[in-house]
């Protein structure tokens, strides 16, 4: 890919053939993939240029990229990924900003930014991503796309850089169920806890619900109208455990604890130049105390049982993916630190939990689209794409 | 080359061996390459991510380079450089800073830092760089080092990328003179024009002198000193033509024309985040218009004739490098830009004439190195290099 896609999603590699299996279920989709998956032929820069420079040309090709190959899918390039995978911007201080291909004039989200633009954009059918803290869904969400955060550990991320390991997840994302599908039969399989065929308790977390603006609330009253049909209503519950701060801190302690644990090194031995918000965040992220990680994992399993108890096997979270529809890219940085600070209230659930979440675009608004999410027990991934195929 | 160095003059790519003959007139010495110039088994960066991106890893030595390997060197590495060797400050927004070994808390210079930070901190015996517009003479004036700027196409380019043609030349440091006389013997062996052997005609700019401040004159009056000892007291003569400005401009227009022919292409397909000084400069350079390029032209043509009128074949110009020791680090952009911009009109005179300066660290001032200058006249280039010798 010498010449650089007009949405800015590809990585500009030398265009290396990748060979994929000329028949299977997969034959004649074309698909992306986030640069933090080693391709054999293709360095993996995790959008850090030192990342690239010490990268070297790949030997071997990450499962589950080769498990889509063998399905017969067509290998279209390497996308851009947020830098070292730690923003929800889609904006890279060294390799650019992929466009939006719904809302040009927003930003796509990440870190999985430029596979959800490169599919938003129709340069490929689907697109591998990585969800840490919401990198697919978040720019599921604003690119209009479908998108899965699987069950933590059920799509592997061998062969992949790490942000967070403990919360890092294996996505990717598609224009339509159909298609989704079609990469969940072959990535996912069948559920080890699937959902019931019939009758799955629809549940509204009252809380999460709560935090949107009465605009969004309306905005996504038709979505949310629309599952309700086809599920049965929601019933009320309480999702969040000791209120949202307590769930937003133990979130980014963990997280910040492992992002550091991953990249201090390389970020203490090279201090590369990091994008600013990026930059930030790790000097964060290195501050955080070992007392505050003890009491962030004791809450983790506070909240894994709670969310355990209160799903069951049957239990369907409904929320909103995102506060709102993707933030203009005029926002600049402060304007989007917010968005992402009451973004991570909502993605933290799934994250902590290490649940499945399915994003889909059902709404809209201000010409921009709007996600709205159905999230499940622990290994009913394919079932929520079932429900997502149903409506 | 994994772990990074200290200074931060290397570029981090895995540690491929790189033969050198065992013996030779340069056996024992470890030298540094720019990664401006292709070393089989290694990308060529330019110091830009698209471009390690889309580099791979060449197959081919630049000849230069080969030329020092054949020669007994040994090859430590490549070396940052500034952002498509557009900068003279020593600073890359994605890569980094190389840290001046002479003077810390000061810019290394760029666009060749890493190779003049390497030499400095005494990581290698020497290391190339190249000089378009002072990328040479403005790190060694820095760091205190030996530095030439050849006569233009004295020293093969090959395998190296371009900023602007008809102005990159391929230079390089050591931290002595005896060292630097080596690398000379390979790569310049004997002058097609040398100077004769006695009786060099020694010339002061009386316009270049004026330009300093009263206390740069004072700290350049021990070197200018010591030279004028050795070589005959220097006769007054103008070097500047049509004034300052003139060949400010003909410099600029002719080197921002090039970079945009070398660059713009890469730059309009990718769009590229680039550093802040280097996105204004191509910005800048992609407006220069046909009218100022042939006035342009044609200046240079009339400069050329003037220096060849002025030195003959036995005359020298003695000369501040640069209009001062290094800047701060903490001088910040605007102040980097001042002095960059009063540089210009020193280190333009050999770059529009194509003709050699060394610079030679004979001064210092506020504990930092300063350069004095020698230039001479086409192809006198190991001549110069004797002439140091002598001091």
New interface residues.
């Given amino acids: 890919m ?3 896609d007009s949405a ?1 999603a590809f ?4 265009d290396v053939p990748v060979t994929h299996a000329a028949s299977g279920p997969l034959a004649g989709l074309s698909f992306a993939v986030k640069d933090l998956f080693d391709v054999a032929g293709y ?1 993996t ?1 995790g959008g850090q ?2 990342v ?3 990268s ?2 790949k030997t071997e090709t990450a499962p589950t990229v080769q498990r889509l190959l063998d399905a017969g899918a067509r290998f279209a390039g390497k996308t851009v990924t947020d830098e070292l995978a730690f923003s929800m911007n889609g904006q ?5 900003s992929p466009i939006n291909g719904a809302a040009p004039d927003r930003i796509s989200g990440g870190s999985s930014s430029g596979s959800a633009s490169a599919v938003s954009n129709g340069l490929c059918d689907f697109a591998l991503g990585s969800d840490t803290g919401g990198s697919v869904r978040a720019p599921a969400n604003h690119c209009g796309l479908v998108g899965l955060r699987p069950t933590h550990g059920r799509v592997s991320l061998r062969g992949a850089l790490d942000l967070a390991p403990s919360f890092d997840t294996c996505g990717w994302f598609a224009r339509d169920v159909a298609t989704f599908a079609r990469v969940a039969e072959v990535l996912l399989r069948t559920d080890p806890e699937p959902l019931p065929e019939r009758g799955v308790r629809l549940l509204a977390p009252t809380d999460v619900w709560g935090l949107l603006a009465p605009e969004v609330l309306e905005a996504q009253a038709g979505p949310r109208a629309r599952i309700e049909a086809a599920l049965g209503a929601a019933a009320p519950v309480e999702a969040v455990l000791d209120g949202f701060d307590a769930m937003y801190w133990a979130f980014r302690y963990l997280q910040g604890r492992e992002a550091w644990r991953t990249d201090g090194a390389l970020l203490e ?5 990091l994008g600013p918000g990026v930059a930030d965040r790790f000097a964060w992220a290195r501050s955080v105390a070992d007392e505050q990680v003890t009491k962030a994992t004791a809450f983790r399993a506070r909240f894994r049982a709670h969310m355990t108890a209160l799903l069951g096997s049957d239990g369907v979270l409904i929320l909103p993916t995102m506060p709102d529809v993707a933030p203009l890219i005029s926002a600049g940085e402060a304007g989007l630190e917010d968005y992402r600070n009451r973004a991570t209230r909502m993605l933290c659930i799934a994250g902590l939990a290490g649940l499945p979440q399915i994003s889909l675009p059902l709404g809209s608004r201000l010409g921009a689209p709007l996600g709205i999410s159905l999230l499940g027990p622990a290994g009913s991934d394919r079932s929520l794409v079932r429900l997502a195929e149903a409506l």
């Fill in positions: 010498t010449t650089r800015h990585m500009p590699y030398p360095p820069s240029p030192f690239l420079a010490m070297g040309v890279n201080a060294h390799f650019g031995r090279f201090a590369p130049p």
